[in-house]
């Protein structure tokens, strides 16, 4: 009877149900790169990305008076029915009533205050680096399309800023947007809701060339590639789990194939855009840093997991932008678990790149 109830009190709803008598303001064609042939094994939660359409359409929306939840950033039709559109991490959790992810009693306590115009949320339930720039920034490119771009849009953000957010915002913001910082003790009612739905598939970095063509521009170095850094990402400071066990050893191995090791942790965003601007190989445990592949060329990237089964944000990414993609895999149960890596395959695996690199060599004319 207890679930019942909490059940009934918040739940989702679909953008479509909601303004199914309504057309679209734009529609965007979206590519999914798919699964290939030799592809590594997907985490289960990650399924549906197997059969997912080569090409699918997205679309922006007008809710009238609906709310922004600043708490868990969250867009709702009413007092709670949170719109599954604005939850980037809603597959992670399949099966699970929502209102064990989100405190229903927020939704119905919290007093409102009421914004004119048309606003539009800015951060999602998740906000670290990866669902920033996946996720959250390529939102606002709905806002330079033609029903949209004449019109003023208040961007609605829970301050204070990410550093990444700080970093990216002026360079992306279009010029019709302005940024809006709100108090999350509230719930904001505004008088039209711009709700887009999102470039990108759960679990899946891979987005749209037309999107990256107006993002890339704004935020690359610009001059010419160098083509010179051979990178791995420690995670021994970064938050969370997925640490190397005996990184040591993974060290010594990345070092002697001229690898430097980078706690990006230590580097300002616009050096490590640099750094993966002009990267030639990528050696690093699954987790947010692996993000500035966005910003390389043509790269190769190795993937360390802690299961069998990956996590495929990056290696959609990595498909999606023509990098070439390897996986290595421990034997773990929790995705987000401390891992040894087999160091013995990681050497070979980086070996055979430098002998089919000196191959390549061999055959370029004189």
């Given at each position: 009877?207890?679930?019942?109830?909490?059940?009934?009190?918040?739940?989702?709803?679909?953008?479509?149900?909601?303004?199914?008598?309504?057309?679209?303001?734009?529609?965007?064609?979206?590519?999914?790169?798919?699964?290939?042939?030799?592809?590594?094994?997907?985490?289960?939660?990650?399924?549906?990305?197997?059969?997912?359409?080569?090409?699918?359409?997205?679309?922006?929306?007008?809710?009238?008076?609906?709310?922004?939840?600043?708490?868990?950033?969250?867009?709702?039709?009413?007092?709670?029915?949170?719109?599954?559109?604005?939850?980037?991490?809603?597959?992670?959790?399949?099966?699970?009533?929502?209102?064990?992810?989100?405190?229903?009693?927020?939704?119905?306590?919290?007093?409102?205050?009421?914004?004119?115009?048309?606003?539009?949320?800015?951060?999602?339930?998740?906000?670290?680096?990866?669902?920033?720039?996946?996720?959250?920034?390529?939102?606002?490119?709905?806002?330079?399309?033609?029903?949209?771009?004449?019109?003023?849009?208040?961007?609605?953000?829970?301050?204070?800023?990410?550093?990444?957010?700080?970093?990216?915002?002026?360079?992306?913001?279009?010029?019709?947007?302005?940024?809006?910082?709100?108090?999350?003790?509230?719930?904001?009612?505004?008088?039209?809701?711009?709700?887009?739905?999102?470039?990108?598939?759960?679990?899946?970095?891979?987005?749209?060339?037309?999107?990256?063509?107006?993002?890339?521009?704004?935020?690359?170095?610009?001059?010419?590639?160098?083509?010179?850094?051979?990178?791995?990402?420690?995670?021994?400071?970064?938050?969370?789990?997925?640490?190397?066990?005996?990184?040591?050893?993974?060290?010594?191995?990345?070092?002697?194939?001229?690898?430097?090791?980078?706690?990006?942790?230590?580097?300002?965003?616009?050096?490590?855009i640099a750094l993966f601007y002009d990267a030639e190989i990528v050696v690093a445990p699954h987790g947010a840093g692996i993000t500035n592949i966005l910003f390389a060329a043509a790269i190769t990237l190795v993937e360390l997991h802690p299961t069998?089964?990956?996590?495929?944000?990056?290696?959609?990414?990595?498909?999606?932008?023509?990098?070439a993609y390897h996986a290595l895999c421990a034997d773990e149960t929790d995705r987000h678990s401390s891992f040894s890596v087999d160091v013995e395959a990681l050497t070979q695996l980086l070996q055979q790149f430098s002998n089919d690199e000196d191959?390549?060599?061999?055959?370029?004319?004189?």
């Amino acid at each position: 009877m207890r679930a019942r109830l909490l059940n009934a009190l918040l739940r989702e709803t679909r953008l479509g149900e909601l303004t199914r008598a309504t057309p679209p303001l734009a529609e965007l064609t979206v590519q999914h790169p798919g699964v290939a042939a030799d592809a590594p094994v997907l985490s289960s939660h990650a399924d549906f990305l197997r059969t997912a359409p080569s090409a699918s359409t997205r679309v922006v929306k007008l809710l009238p008076r609906a709310y922004f939840d600043g708490r868990f950033n969250v867009v709702l039709p009413r007092r709670g029915r949170i719109v599954r559109e604005t939850d980037n991490v809603w597959r992670e959790f399949p099966g699970r009533p929502f209102h064990t992810l989100y405190y229903w009693r927020y939704h119905y306590t919290l007093p409102s205050r009421t914004l004119d115009g048309l606003c539009m949320a800015l951060r999602s339930p998740a906000n670290n680096y990866y669902h920033t720039l996946i996720d959250n920034l390529p939102r606002l490119y709905w806002l330079t399309q033609p029903a949209l771009r004449d019109q003023h849009v208040r961007v609605l953000v829970p301050g204070p800023l990410r550093p990444w957010e700080a970093y990216f915002l002026p360079q992306v913001m279009p010029d019709n947007a302005e940024l809006c910082v709100v108090e999350p003790q509230y719930l904001w009612r505004a008088e039209q809701m711009v709700v887009g739905e999102y470039l990108s598939d759960p679990m899946s970095g891979a987005l749209p060339q037309h999107y990256l063509d107006y993002f890339l521009p704004r935020v690359l170095p610009a001059r010419p590639r160098q083509r010179r850094h051979r990178i791995y990402i420690s995670r021994r400071q970064a938050p969370g789990g997925r640490r190397i066990l005996n990184e040591e050893a993974v060290r010594a191995c990345v070092e002697a194939q001229d690898f430097t090791v980078y706690l990006l942790e230590t580097l300002a965003i616009s050096e490590q855009i640099a750094l993966f601007y002009d990267a030639e190989i990528v050696v690093a445990p699954h987790g947010a840093g692996i993000t500035n592949i966005l910003f390389a060329a043509a790269i190769t990237l190795v993937e360390l997991h802690p299961t069998r089964a990956i996590m495929p944000h990056y290696y959609f990414m990595a498909r999606a932008m023509g990098h070439a993609y390897h996986a290595l895999c421990a034997d773990e149960t929790d995705r987000h678990s401390s891992f040894s890596v087999d160091v013995e395959a990681l050497t070979q695996l980086l070996q055979q790149f430098s002998n089919d690199e000196d191959d390549a060599r061999a055959y370029e004319p004189a």
